[in-house]
């Protein structure tokens, strides 16, 4: 079955930059998706179309796309932004649909 | 407003099955595919299956082909998620979500999610 792989975490101090990798091999073909979840909350779209926002979300988060690796960017991390992050994806029919495993960021 | 509204936490023994429900409202539910997403307790997001709320074709994972069953119901906005033969690691959060069938903005609005807990 199609996976995608992500960094179990990351760590930071505010105000640097986080950088979150997804690794798939359908990803040159089909749009990345990201989501933020806080505990106890439902996720929330951050990115979509690899690197579209959604509006209402801040423009320190982005996305970037390379071959079968996407990447979410946080520019200035703040204390707020410590969450669980799961990217998403299709394999290559398209029909069938996969989360990465998460990362979780710490905002030390 | 634009929601998902989804029932309430269900407690069930070994061997049930379990159904639940996904309301929509504030938009067009027939422009919109649902997507249904589980969360064990402490790990991460794991992918059901969809439905387009159109003309009702139905998806699932392989892990669940079989035990799971996405229906909707268009004259109530509601799409409904039917999962079988529940085992302990069925317990966690199950979770609704649309994606626009014609358009691609992702997963743009989650319900607040059901808590299922198989226990005997």
């Known amino acids: 079955s199609y996976e995608l792989t992500q960094p179990p975490s990351v760590s930071l101090a505010p105000g640097q930059t986080a950088r979150i990798t997804c690794s798939g091999e359908a990803l040159p073909i089909q749009n990345a998706y990201w989501y933020q979840q806080k505990p106890g909350q439902a996720p929330i779209l951050i990115i979509y179309?690899?690197?579209e926002r959604p509006s209402g979300i801040p423009e320190r988060f982005s996305g970037s796309s390379s071959g079968t690796t996407v990447t979410l960017t946080i520019s200035g991390v703040q204390a707020e932004d410590e969450a669980d992050y799961y990217c998403?994806?299709?394999?290559?029919?398209?029909?069938?649909?996969?989360f990465g495993g998460g990362t979780k960021l710490t905002v030390l | 407003q634009v929601q998902l509204v989804q029932s309430g936490a269900e407690v069930k023994k070994p061997g049930a099955s379990v159904k639940v429900s996904c309301k929509a409202s504030?938009?067009?539910?027939?422009?919109?595919?649902f997507h249904w997403v589980r969360q064990a307790p402490g790990q991460g997001l794991e992918w059901m299956g969809w439905?387009?709320?159109?003309?009702?074709?139905?998806k699932s994972s392989q892990k669940f082909q079989g035990r799971v069953t996405i229906t909707r119901d268009t004259s109530a906005s509601t799409t409904y998620m039917e999962l079988r033969s529940l085992g302990f690691g069925d317990t966690a959060v199950y979770y609704c979500?649309?994606?626009?069938?014609?358009?691609?903005?992702?997963?743009?609005?989650w319900g607040q999610g059901t808590a299922v807990t198989v226990s005997s």
């Open positions: 998403q994806s299709a394999d290559y029919s398209g029909t069938l649909w996969v």
């Open positions: 179309k690899d690197t």
């Open positions: 504030g938009y067009t539910f027939s422009s919109y595919t």
């Open positions: 979500a649309r994606r626009a069938t014609t358009s691609d903005h992702g997963m743009d609005v």
């Open positions: 439905i387009n709320a159109d003309n009702g074709n139905a």
